[in-house]
């Protein structure tokens, strides 16, 4: 987790980029003058739209120094007196990012942080955070012994637009970087990731957990129905088993998964060579061995519903051991059944 408890902002600026088809850059002269209040505000700003325990790393095609922001962030850690003229740098370059008629104008946030707080460790962090939505609110002002009211806009504290934290550490691999909740399942993803950033998940134990899960599940209600002559009771009993090797393990062994959810060694092999194929078809790396990540269980499990839908009828969810569930076919009625044990209605 991110947290800023401790944090300083040790330098900040605003830009305006505008859309590149329809407005124009602005470009602050000056950096902001913090006072004891305004920066306790910027830091809840900042840090409240981090939740997720998924991170990324900033990436190149080719070499790490074509990353534009990469290149101004690096220099900036090696240089904090760098800081004024490397936000110029990232505010130009996202600018020339912004050619779509469907990006918004807003103020462009650059701070620099010390004391950022990241799962145990303590890091000195570039913050980018653009502000595209600016919310009205009512302004009292007491004038002698009278109140009057005003109307204004600002910022939600609550509530971030686009923003990342680039932490200083595994410089190597393209520093460590969290994006903002609300941008990771926007629209605009691919603008503020893909396009800006150019950053690509880190390769950790959350991102290890929540692809092997994806594999398993894609596997069987993919893979398996075409090889093999599978029930829909069968693929669920798996997808149970699966999700419980995950909440019941600390750590992920390929060989014990595939044998202890497969029912036998055939689908086990047939598995395997799922997941070779996976990975050289998408070039990502996914380990035989790793810690597996109870963030990534809790936000995956979500995602395997073993669901039976019988025509339009009526849908099975089966959470237990499927040997209480019978599939047969009625003659009589020319329809396939299913006949369900239990010892309680609830």
């Known amino acids: 987790m991110i947290f800023g408890d401790c944090a300083h902002i040790r330098q900040c ?15 602050s002269k000056d950096m902001l003058t913090l006072t004891e209040e305004m920066e306790t505000m910027l830091l809840r700003y900042i840090f409240n739209g981090f939740k997720a325990k998924e991170y990324y790393n900033l990436s190149s095609d080719d070499d790490l120094s074509e990353n534009a ?4 962030v690096a220099s900036v850690f090696d240089n904090n ?6 936000s110029v ?3 130009r370059y996202l600018y020339s990012q912004s050619e779509s008629p469907k990006i918004k104008s807003g103020k462009l946030l650059i701070a620099h942080l010390e004391n950022c707080l990241v799962d145990g460790q303590t890091f000195e962090a570039i913050g980018v955070f653009k502000i595209e939505t600016s919310v009205p609110y009512i302004k009292l002002s007491l004038n002698g012994d009278n109140y009057g009211v005003g109307f204004d806009e600002g910022i939600a504290l609550d509530k971030m637009d686009k923003g990342c934290l680039i932490f200083n550490a595994e410089r190597e691999k393209g520093f460590w970087v969290a994006v903002s909740e609300s941008i990771r399942k926007s629209a605009d993803a691919t603008y503020w990731i893909d396009m800006f950033l150019q950053a690509r998940q880190r390769e950790d134990d959350y ?3 929540q ?5 398993c599940k894609n596997f069987v209600t993919e893979k398996l129905p075409e090889e093999y002559e599978v029930t829909k009771a069968d693929q669920a009993a798996i997808l149970n088993k699966s999700v419980q090797f995950f909440k019941e393990n600390d750590k992920f062994d390929m060989d014990t998964f595939a044998n202890e959810i497969m029912p036998d060694s ?9 997941k070779e194929e996976f990975v050289q078809e998408t070039e990502m790396n996914i380990e035989d061995n790793f810690d597996i990540s109870e963030t990534a269980v809790k936000k995956q499990s979500k995602n395997f519903k073993s669901v039976i839908k019988l025509d339009k009828n009526f849908h099975v969810y089966v959470h237990g051991d499927t040997k209480f569930l019978e599939k047969g076919f009625n003659e009589e009625v020319n329809m396939n059944y299913y006949r369900l044990y239990f010892r309680e209605e609830e």
């Open 13 to 27: 600026v605003i830009h305006k980029v505008g859309n590149k088809l329809e407005d124009d850059i602005i470009l």
């Open 207 to 209: 991102f290890q957990t």
């Open 81 to 86: 007196d760098n800081f004024y003229n490397e």
């Open 89 to 91: 740098a990232i505010a």
């Open 69 to 72: 922001v990469y290149t101004s």
């Open 211 to 215: 692809n092997v899960m994806n594999l």
């Open 266 to 274: 055939q689908l086990v092999e047939s598995f395997k060579s799922y």
